[in-house]
Nanobody, 125 residues
Framework: QVHLVESGGGSVQAGGSLRLSCAVSANTTRRTCVGWFRQAPGKEREGVTS??????????YYADSVKGRFTISRDNAKNTVYLQMTSLKPEDTAMYYC????????????????WGQGTQVTVSS
């Protein structure tokens, strides 16, 4: 069982930055993949990035729309995954979710079993 809690969302102007946090409680010794997803009003949930909760590897992927602007990172001691978002655009406005799955990282929404409640990011022009 994995429990995730997001925080750090808010309202910013275009060009601004935010850092989202995802606190992960994983009652498992298996390797865990954590991903960030977002869902804008009227649109499907989409993947943003993912990587493994432990270790020191890089992100598995970044969505083309956020490459060069968003960075995923982790604090292993705190079991927390971060999403640093810079140069924010109005089209980044969405509910942001972190999600987890065991063993292998993936990109699709359907591949992730555990989800947080989401945190809202609003970017004004």
């Amino acid at each position: 069982q994995v429990h995730l809690v997001e925080s750090g969302g808010g309202s910013v102007q275009a060009g601004g930055s935010l850092r989202l946090s995802c606190a992960v409680s994983a009652n498992t010794t298996r390797r865990t993949c954590v991903g960030w997803f977002r869902q804008a009003p009227g649109k499907e949930r989409e993947g943003v990035t993912s990587h493994y909760l432990d270790g020191d590897g890089d992100a598995i992927y970044y969505a083309d729309s956020v490459k060069g602007r968003f960075t995923i990172s982790r604090d292993n001691a705190k079991n927390t995954v971060y999403l640093q978002m810079t140069s924010l655009k109005p089209e980044d406005t969405a509910m942001y979710y972190c999600a987890a799955r065991p063993l292998f990282c993936a990109r699709a929404v359907s591949d992730f079993r555990y989800w947080g409640q989401g945190t809202q990011v609003t970017v004004s022009s």
